[in-house]
């Protein structure tokens, strides 16, 4: 399995308080993703790496915020947590990306958010 | 943008082959197609991807059709430990996946 963890596992909080949501990867990947899942909608990205320091939106961003400051390390925040926000995140890498080649991802093994 | 739809659900039984359809009509010439499973609640699993020719691995095989419309993953010999939830995917743009709702394979022992 790739090299992908999640910290934390679990979390619960309350509404209006932040919360970050840390990935980090043994497998010096270039392309680090956020996703969130919930029932009826399959896995959205949230937020997408392509570099340290470089990072852009996906199709659910608002409301949340990331950073890259090292290859190994991508960080989800919620500046203010919602309960729209209670769902479980996903963290992947892929080493390529970029229309017309091969770009598996990776993921890890998710975190679970409940926002009450 | 590439979009891909599945059946929501299928059944499948024992050491029979498992055939999971998904159309992508909408797919552009240098895009691939990528499949994944989630068992449970764990992270998706990669399974198989493919451009034009049909593939094959250890887990599956993958057979586009010639216009790449439609293609369809082939487990030959399901096992109870398949029944997950698979997804059909196609990339929009550089970076984004569209995953979709998937289709639930449940393996009958």
């Known amino acids: 399995d790739a090299g992908i963890t999640q910290s934390p596992r679990h979390k619960v909080t309350e509404t209006g308080t932040p919360v970050t949501l840390r990935c980090h990867q043994t497998?010096?990947?270039?392309?680090m993703y956020w996703y969130r899942q919930d029932p009826g909608h399959g896995l959205r990205l949230i937020h997408y790496s392509y570099g340290v320091k470089d990072t852009d939106k996906g199709e659910v961003s608002d409301g949340y915020s990331v950073s890259r400051s090292k290859t190994e390390d991508f960080l989800l925040t919620l500046e203010s947590a919602t309960s729209s926000q209670t769902s479980v995140y996903f963290c992947a890498i892929s080493a390529m990306a970029g229309v017309g080649s091969y770009n598996e991802q990776f993921f890890g093994p998710g975190t679970r958010l409940t926002v009450l | 943008d590439a979009k891909t739809t599945q059946p929501p659900s299928m059944d499948c039984a024992e050491g029979r082959a498992a055939n999971l359809p998904c159309n992508h009509s909408?797919?552009?010439?240098?895009?691939?197609v990528y499949w994944y499973r989630q068992i449970h609640s764990q992270g998706p699993q990669y399974i198989i991807h493919?451009?034009?020719n049909n593939e094959t691995n250890e887990m599956a095989s993958l057979i586009i059709t010639e216009d790449r419309k439609s293609s369809t993953l082939i487990l030959p010999h399901a096992t109870l430990r398949d029944t997950a939830v698979y997804y059909c995917i196609v990339r929009r743009g550089t970076y984004k996946y569209i995953f979709g709702t998937g289709t639930r394979l449940k393996v009958l022992a």
């Open positions: 909408t797919i552009s010439g240098n895009e691939y």
């Open positions: 497998e010096n990947h270039r392309y």
């Open positions: 493919g451009l034009k």
